[in-house]
């Protein structure tokens, strides 16, 4: 029986597809590699906790249960993401009353709305340390939040400090008698602990 002899066409059709098939797999592990990896975060030492006003008086909060998912490389900024779920009903501020009224209506709605949610779009360097920029949703209001923190790292240990300037306002929470400044103040600042392995 008599091979038959490759074609120059099919020789160059089999390298261009030989060679597509290398660049494909090339780009594919290169954008793998490019997205840090997750953090593993130690809950129990970390904290979501945020400050405010009531009657002209400070007052301290938290949230005892969220979710961070955070894939943050200070050497690879335009690669690095970070989501955060919060369960609105874990509020705790240290009165009984006052965490009844942010999980109802006007405020958090827990039972209807049971997870706030940040997602940051982009970080950048600072001469402090870094900015996180993205939108925060709460119920169904979503306003860009602009929060700035530090990294410290012990070997693969991480500790993100960071804090955040909300308007509360801007998301429409506290309405009649809640809305005057006097009753509950308009600026909350978030602050935020995280620690973990990277």
């Known amino acids: 029986m008599v091979k038959r002899m490759e074609t120059r066409l099919e ?4 390298a261009n ?24 975060i130690d809950y129990g030492a970390s904290k979501l906790g945020f ?6 008086a400070r007052f301290d909060g938290s949230f005892g249960k969220f979710d961070a998912d955070v894939r943050f490389d200070p050497s690879a900024l335009g690669d690095s993401r970070a989501e955060v779920s919060i369960d609105t009903a874990s509020v705790a501020t240290a009165n009984s009353d006052r965490d009844s009224v942010l999980r109802g209506d006007g405020w958090f709605e827990s039972p209807k ?6 997602v940051a779009k982009e970080f950048a360097k600072t001469n402090d340390g870094f900015e996180a920029r993205g939108d925060l949703t709460i119920r169904t209001t979503s306003v860009p939040v602009k929060f700035v923190f ?10 993100l400090n960071g804090t955040a300037e909300l308007d509360r306002l801007a998301f429409g929470l506290g309405t009649g008698e809640w809305a005057d400044p006097k009753a509950i103040g308009t600026k909350v600042t978030v602050v935020v602990k995280l620690v973990g392995t990277r």
């Open 150 to 159: 530090t990294v410290a790292q012990t070997g693969n240990r991480v500790e």
């Open 17 to 40: 597809l030989a060679a597509s098939a290398i660049l494909w797999l090339a780009f594919s592990a290169a954008a793998f590699a490019a997205e840090p990896a997750r953090w593993t």
């Open 113 to 118: 709305f049971p997870n706030a949610r940040f």
């Open 11 to 14: 020789r160059d059709v089999r």
């Open 51 to 56: 400050t405010a006003e009531q009657a002209e």
